[in-house]
Structure formats: structure tokens, C-alpha cells
């Protein structure tokens, strides 16, 4: 398992965290919008797909994927939401603007994928 | 991709980046039935009975066309009574019967009547 | 009463006459009040949760943000821990959050200008700032901020210079944000009621700066 603080504290309570209670980013990790096009309902917009940001915070608490809460399950594997920065002159080709405006949004753990820096 | 895909692909509300006019600053003072509806959506959600997730759903579901000529509340309304057809704890029946007995009390041309029975 | 015709998002801009409390319903309203009824008459409603959700409603309005940035700005304290966790703030400060949502506290500084927008729907610091205004819930706004957050900022007013980050947030999710603006020059003499007054709606969502009381009346 991978060294973080909060880790640390559950060694000091002797207690094992379940896994899902682990975020699997953390802050400064390099990840790429999921590409996947969910039928009937999503919330990572199009203009993201396949984007690749940069892990700004993590959110807590964990909560239920909102995709599959559209469909009424309420209850269920709470995971971490993560708010990624994007600059936006890597989402839009022809952004003229600053360079240094970006995007933050968040989004789901299931819809993020690791990629190196 | 063929060309129906995008329908199915991109949802009527995934507007972000789309080319759009120039921002009219337009608010309106929410008609009170637009408030009750605010209301019944968070009181809905209080109860899980349709969650706020489900709303959003329920409101792309009624498809381009609805989306962009109803208003937001419009939708919202439309969208609950579908999503509770859906889970059983109403009938189409029913609502239609309904509605015809709140509007006949509108004919009685009692303005009072506008006013919430309860709740 | 003069109701301005309700804004949706077609092209015409007439949409509906107004609706007075003596004229017919419209089909929606009636609807909208079959549902209720109905769900009572199920007992999965009680009678007056609507009424007391509205009461709820009508409680959250702008001034309730505009508290809070006027305590952060004479607070560091307290502007530390609502940056830290933006709803146990504010609940610390008495605004109970009645949803899931959580909320963070956006600070502009003199490197970043932050704008919220909600691209896909209308997601909005409700419990703050009460309802959001017609145009956020339209397509210009949530098409154009996220591609083009300077063209939007000037249809304000705004400008923002080229050196300075602006940051657009997009809500998708539980998190609501609310954009803390900087405080104008020459407040260091106001009270905290006075600071409070000189926020608007507009600046918590990033649109606009908050002016300082000689800017009030600027053209």
C-alpha cells in the first residue's frame, strides 16, 4: 500500500482502513479524464473526456457515484471525488487568452485514470 | 461514430464549450408555483423518494426538445412525474384524473383556490 | 405585481404571460399541484414539509454569503478555517447546510480571479445565496464561461489582467463553491455590517468585484 498520512494514523490506532476509504489520488498526481460515454446519464462533461489535469484536493467525504445515484440507488461503495485543474489551453484549441486561466472540477474516482507526470 | 450517436452520446445539458450568444442578465421573482416546486424537489430529496441526482437524470431524459423549449421549472415538474410513474408510486391514471379536479377548481373561478390546499 | 415572463432556454424570448394568482393555471402549475396533493393524500409527504421548505428557502438569500465574506475578511481565524472547510464554517456561524452538499470557499487573490459556473445543470451555494438568477441557469453562461471566462467577465464589466489567473470552477458534484472576493481599499474604517453590505450575489459568483462605498455610484 502506498505511504500517506493518513495511513500513518491508522498504524499509530492500529486499525486497517478499507480500501475504499484509501483515496486512490492524491494531491499533484497527473490523471486523464476516463473517455468512457455512459448511456442515460453522466457528470463528467464531454469537453473533458481524455483531458489530462492535475490532482488539486481531495474531497471529503466520500460519497456514492452520482451516476449510479441518478438511478436511485442511494446507498452503496462510497469513493472519492477529486478536483482536477485543467489549464485551459489544453481543453480548448483555440483558447487566446491567458495561459495561466484553468478549470477546476470535480470528479469521481471511477472516471480518472493514472497517468505519469 | 454514425451520425445518431451524438444524440445518445452527448446529452441535451452538456452545453459547456458549445458557441452561445451573448449573456442577457434576465432574473425573474419565482411565480409561487415555481417556488412550491423548489420546494417539493427538496423535500423529495429529504425523503429519498427522488433523489437530487435522479431530478437532473429525469430532467435530461425528456430529450432535446423538451429541454430547450419548457422552462426550468417546467421540466423539473414534468420530470418528477415521470420518475414517479417509473418507480410505481404513482399512475399516469391517477395524476391525469387528478389534474383534471385541480383545474376544474380553477373554473369555479375561485382565485383562492391557487392558493396550496395543504402542505 | 409585475412578474417578468419566466426565461428558459429557446430562442424566443416571450416564453409565458405572466402568471397572476386570478388567472387560469398553466398546465404545469396544475400539475405541479396534483403531484403534491397526491403524495399527501400517499402520506409519503406530510402536510406543511412544502410550506416549511419554503420558509427554508425564503430564508437563504445573498446577505447570508455576504456575512460570511465580511467575518473572513476582518477574521484571518476565521477565514483560515472556512478556506480550511467551507460548510463547518458556516455552520459554526449558525447557516445550517439542509442538503448533502458540501462547500468550498474559493479566495481571490491578486494572482487568481475565480468564476463558478455549473455547465450541466445548475448547481449553486443555495443554502448561501438562496436561488440563482435566471441567466446562470441559461445556456450562454454555462456554454461560455468554461471556453471563455474573459468574454463572459467583460459582458459583466469585468477585466481581469492577463497576469492574473482566472479560474473557473464548473460544479458537478456535491461540492458548491462560493467565491470569497477580495475586500476593496479604503473599508478599513467600516464595521463588519458595513463590509457586509458592499457584497453582492454577483461577486460570490465571481462575475463581479466587490466596489469599494466611493465606487457605489461609478458609471
Not at chain 2, 395524476?95 to 395543504?118: C, I, N, Q, T, W
Not at chain 3, 480550511?84 to 447546510?97: D, L, M, P, T, V
Request: proline fraction near 7%.
Amino acid at each position: 500500500m502506498r505511504p500517506d498520512s493518513t495511513e500513518s494514523q491508522a498504524s499509530a490506532a492500529n486499525v486497517v482502513f478499507a480500501e475504499r476509504e484509501i483515496p486512490i489520488f492524491r494531491v499533484g498526481d497527473v490523471v486523464r479524464v476516463a473517455e468512457r460515454s455512459p448511456v442515460g446519464h453522466y457528470r463528467v462533461p464531454t469537453y473533458l473526456r481524455g483531458k489530462t489535469g492535475v490532482v488539486e484536493a481531495v474531497i471529503e467525504p466520500p460519497g456514492v457515484d452520482n451516476e449510479d445515484e441518478s438511478f436511485g440507488r442511494n446507498a452503496g461503495i462510497k469513493l472519492h471525488y477529486y478536483r482536477v485543474s485543467f489549464p485551459m489551453t489544453r481543453l480548448w484549441e483555440n483558447y487566446k487568452d491567458s495561459p495561466s486561466d484553468a478549470l477546476h472540477i470535480e470528479v469521481f474516482e471511477t472516471g480518472l485514470l493514472k497517468e505519469k507526470p | 461514430m454514425t451520425a445518431t450517436e451524438q444524440h445518445v452520446k452527448r446529452l441535451p445539458n452538456d452545453i459547456g464549450g458549445l458557441p452561445a450568444a451573448p449573456i442577457q442578465q434576465v432574473e425573474h421573482p419565482l411565480e409561487p408555483w415555481e417556488k412550491r416546486c423548489h420546494a417539493l424537489a427538496d423535500v423529495l430529496d429529504y425523503h429519498k423518494i427522488i433523489n437530487t441526482e435522479e431530478k437532473r437524470r429525469g430532467v435530461e431524459a425528456l430529450g432535446a426538445e423538451m429541454v430547450n423549449s419548457l422552462s426550468y421549472y417546467e421540466r423539473w415538474i414534468v420530470a418528477f412525474a415521470n420518475i414517479l410513474f417509473q418507480k410505481g408510486i404513482l399512475v399516469p391514471g391517477e395524476l391525469a384524473l387528478k389534474m383534471e379536479e385541480v383545474e376544474a377548481r380553477f373554473h369555479d373561478s375561485d382565485p383562492g383556490a391557487a392558493a396550496p390546499r395543504d402542505s | 405585481m409585475n412578474n417578468e415572463a419566466a426565461a428558459h432556454d429557446g430562442d424566443h424570448s416571450h416564453s409565458h404571460a405572466p402568471v397572476q394568482q386570478e388567472e387560469h393555471p398553466t398546465y404545469y402549475e396544475i400539475m405541479e399541484i396534483a403531484v403534491r396533493e397526491l403524495l399527501v393524500d400517499k402520506k409519503l409527504l406530510g402536510p406543511g414539509e412544502i410550506r416549511r421548505q419554503i420558509e427554508v428557502l425564503d430564508s437563504r438569500t445573498p446577505a447570508l454569503g455576504a456575512k460570511v465574506v465580511a467575518r473572513a475578511w476582518v477574521d484571518p481565524a476565521f477565514k483560515a478555517r472556512l478556506l480550511e472547510n467551507g460548510r463547518k464554517s458556516c455552520e459554526e456561524f449558525g447557516i445550517s447546510f439542509y442538503d448533502d452538499t458540501q462547500l468550498i470557499v474559493l479566495e481571490n487573490t491578486e494572482k487568481i480571479h475565480n468564476v463558478i459556473v455549473c455547465t450541466l445543470c445548475s448547481c449553486y451555494p443555495r443554502v448561501l445565496l438562496g436561488l440563482p438568477p435566471d441567466w446562470y441557469k441559461l445556456k450562454p453562461y454555462r456554454a461560455r464561461t468554461v471556453s471563455e471566462p474573459r468574454a463572459v467577465l467583460a459582458e459583466f464589466g469585468t477585466v481581469i489582467p492577463d497576469d492574473v489567473e482566472v479560474r473557473v470552477s464548473d460544479s458537478t458534484a456535491m461540492v458548491r463553491y462560493l467565491v470569497l472576493p477580495r475586500r476593496p481599499p479604503g473599508t478599513e474604517a467600516l464595521t463588519e455590517d458595513e463590509l457586509a453590505a458592499l457584497v453582492t450575489r454577483d461577486a460570490m459568483i465571481g462575475v463581479i468585484t466587490v466596489n469599494g462605498p466611493d465606487e457605489k455610484e461609478a458609471p
